[in-house]
């Protein structure tokens, strides 16, 4: 039997990360919108990006999945990029805007 995936453990493993052009990670940046998950292990994330012209727009939606399916019980992961609501830095955490000397 497959471990139960739980939103702490997703959230970790999207905490690994990180924008190549800033030393925060993408859920600190506040790029994440949603997690959800089902008993199965599937996991849907909606995350969007600083910019639509983002460099690392190829980049970050992968790399966020695979951290996402190395996490026990997932069976299977989505990220989706959305655009709406666009990002602005009031989605950041506080740890991240001291991280980038953003108060």
Known sequence: ??????????????KTVFDPEIPVDVYELGLIYAIEFDDAGKVKVEMT????????????????????????????????IVWDPPWDQ???SEDARLALNMY
């Open 1 to 14: 039997m497959l471990p139960q995936v739980t939103e702490e453990g997703v959230i970790a493993a999207i």
């Open 49 to 80: 990006l600083t910019t639509p012209s983002c460099p690392s727009a190829q980049e970050l939606p992968g790399m966020t999945e695979e951290a996402i399916r190395q996490v026990p019980g997932v069976t299977d992961c989505q990220v989706e």
């Open 90 to 92: 009031s989605r950041m």
